[in-house]
């Protein structure tokens, strides 16, 4: 069964480093969102891009956010200076197109800033 | 924007109960309602899912039922085993603007 694949697993950043969270979506799809989950919380949206563009994102993603996808196959979260409480696990999703809802989710990477 | 309420946040029964998770949305719109597994430190695995054409869907021990009118939707899941223990997190998606607005969850925690 295809999978989103996301590295690294784990990554652990100083306060005001710039971090790249990367994600290789399923192949054939249109639809890519990154999600984060802090640790006890519920899963919150931050972006979704389709077309080689950002189609909407949420407060949360402000100016330190940024995504891109670069080469057709990967598709990343850029956070220019981290602060703690971007502590969090940080999923990417895909899903195929526009009748077809059903998301993917990559196994996560979990951004620990001291 | 859309609101997603899910209640209880914990629930204990004994294997071989069920379990039922209720879950409200605040978007009229909104037409795809997916029910997420997550276990400790792991993604959200989709278990199933229902568009709002549809008021009933069932798979194995696992249902879920959505009334539109009152725009409540719910997990049920029959013969509960340890391996069902997890958090449970309801979702809702308006597809005019395609993104997932997730529940509080609801942590399930089935006793031998």
């Known amino acids: 069964e295809p999978e989103v694949t996301q590295t690294p697993s784990h990554q652990v950043t100083q306060m005001g480093q710039e971090v790249i969270l990367r994600c290789v979506p399923i192949?054939?799809?249109?639809?890519f969102y990154w999600y984060r989950q802090i640790l006890g919380q519920k899963v919150e949206f931050l972006v979704s891009?389709?077309?080689?563009?950002?189609?909407?994102k949420s407060e949360i993603f402000d100016d330190q956010f940024s995504v891109e996808r670069p080469d057709g196959s990967n598709f990343t979260l850029k956070i220019r200076s981290t602060k703690l409480e971007d502590s969090a696990m940080y999923f990417c999703?895909?899903?195929?197109?526009?009748?077809?809802?059903?998301?993917?989710f990559g196994s996560g990477t979990r951004l620990t800033v001291v | 924007g859309e609101n997603v309420e899910q209640h209880p946040s914990t629930l204990s029964v004994q294997e071989g109960d069920s379990a039922v998770i209720k879950c409200t949305y605040s978007d009229s719109a909104s037409n795809y309602f997916p029910w997420y597994k997550q276990e400790l430190g792991k993604r959200p695995q989709l278990i199933i899912d229902?568009?709002?054409?549809?008021g009933e869907k069932k798979d194995q021990r696992i249902a879920v039922t959505l009334n539109k009118t009152a725009k409540h939707f719910s997990l049920h899941i029959t013969e509960t085993q340890p391996e069902d223990s997890a958090v449970y997190f309801c979702a809702a998606l308006n597809t005019g603007f395609q993104k997932l607005v997730f529940g509080t969850g609801t942590r399930l925690l089935v006793s031998p």
């Open positions: 192949s054939n799809h249109l639809y």
């Open positions: 891009f389709y077309n080689n563009e950002i189609s909407e």
């Open positions: 999703a895909s899903r195929p197109g526009q009748a077809n809802y059903g998301y993917t």
């Open positions: 229902i568009r709002s054409n549809v």
